[in-house]
């Protein structure tokens, strides 16, 4: 039997959550970014982020858009702080016409229109973290990506590969084959949600192309989220797209990519995130008198050892975990209930003992009420 982990994405959230609720507000105007003052046109770079500049929070570094098999978008994270990215999303969901978008995840029902569809709404998945001066790389297809730049993605979005993770799809675009960034013109929006608001909050924004074709305006749009009542919330004022930034789009072969580690000049109100942990969701705290010693072989593709180490007495288990929660195997704890060193063995299967699909995978050990995680990657 299956069951979702919940209780430990509240754990990783917990103490940062509680005091970010209290202090989200509406601090900068994402789409205000005076964008031609910190961008370049480059041969892409995927992994490679500038070496100066800091910001308060995620920024999208480098895309590329032509041709298909190139695509990718990169994030950088220019804090000093290593930031969970369980709540962070990315976006090019906008129709100016209805208008409909991104904005609406909150409330219930929400999808992209005609799936599968080339547009996308897809989050990090559970438990990415990323580290101070550290970058992630999202591709289209990690196959295409593979075959242009030589290396893989650390994501990706349509589902081609499976020894490479996947973005997790919250807009019912499935199955994932066609999601795309269009060349002409098109944006790119990294934002956050806390799962309980009626709206969300934007990370960063970039926008390339024809003036006004996708340009993000929200301005007194309103969402009902999924909490009890009715009432709605409304977004405060973007910046009107008369006086939006765009960039000149890429061409075949080539990226935009951000000249440092900061951004243009942005104007105070809007519906950026308020300062907080940088993206305003919460860096997981060390546990206390527990730890998970790094898996070998990893990633593996038969079977793998972890050592799971615990300073404190009392009932002991650990649990494999796939992407989306599911505790897909209990694994039994020599010598459960006593302090020190105990070996671990996972022969990559599931309770069942049917062998998982390859991908990432995390064992979870608890002990006395402490967690500690380590990531696993089965492969084919």
């Known amino acids: 039997m299956t069951s979702r982990f919940s209780s430990l994405a509240g754990w990783i959230l917990v103490a940062a959550c509680l005091a970010a609720r209290a202090r989200v507000a509406h601090a900068h105007d994402e789409t205000s970014e005076k964008l031609g003052l910190g961008w370049t046109i480059a041969s892409p770079s995927p992994g490679a982020i500038p070496s100066s500049g800091a910001a308060a929070h995620l920024l999208i570094s480098e895309f590329a858009i032509t041709p298909t098999a190139s695509e990718f978008i990169e994030v950088m994270n220019p804090t000093s702080e290593s930031v969970d990215l369980a709540r962070v999303y990315l976006s090019d969901d906008w129709n100016p016409a209805t208008p409909r978008g991104y904005y609406q995840l909150p409330a219930t029902g929400y999808a992209i229109p005609g799936s599968p569809a080339q547009d996308f709404t897809v989050r990090f998945p559970n438990f990415t973290t990323l580290v101070s001066r550290g970058a992630l790389v999202i591709a289209s297809n990690a196959d295409d990506f593979k075959n242009t730049y030589g290396q893989a993605p650390d994501f990706e979005i349509n589902s081609t590969d499976p020894n490479v993770p996947d973005m997790v799809d919250v807009s019912g675009n499935a199955p994932r084959q066609r999601a795309l960034l ?180 995390f064992a979870v050990a608890e002990v006395a009420g402490s967690r500690a995680v380590a990531r696993l990657v089965r492969l084919q």
């Open 182 to 361: 269009a060349n002409a013109g098109e944006f790119i929006m990294l934002f956050s949600w806390d799962g309980s608001s009626d709206l969300v909050c934007d990370i960063d924004y970039v926008q390339w192309g024809a003036t006004g074709e996708n340009g993000v305006v929200k301005t007194g749009l309103s969402v009902d989220g999924p909490d009890a009542g009715s009432s709605t919330s409304a977004y405060a004022a973007d910046t009107p797209l008369t006086n939006q930034v765009w960039l000149v789009a890429p061409t075949a072969g080539q990226s935009l990519a951000r000249i440092s580690r900061s951004e243009g000049p942005e104007t105070a109100g809007g519906n950026g995130c308020a300062a907080m942990t940088p993206t305003g969701v919460a860096v997981a705290p060390e546990p206390a008198g527990i730890a998970l010693t790094p898996a070998h072989p990893n990633p593996f593709t038969r079977g793998t050892q972890l050592g799971f180490t615990s300073t404190r007495a009392g009932p002991a288990r650990v649990g494999i975990y796939d992407l989306a929660g599911t505790r897909v195997r209990n694994l039994p704890v020599p010598g459960a209930g006593l302090p020190g060193r105990h070996d671990i063995a996972w022969d990559g299967c599931d309770d069942s003992g049917r062998p998982v699909r390859p991908g990432v995978y």
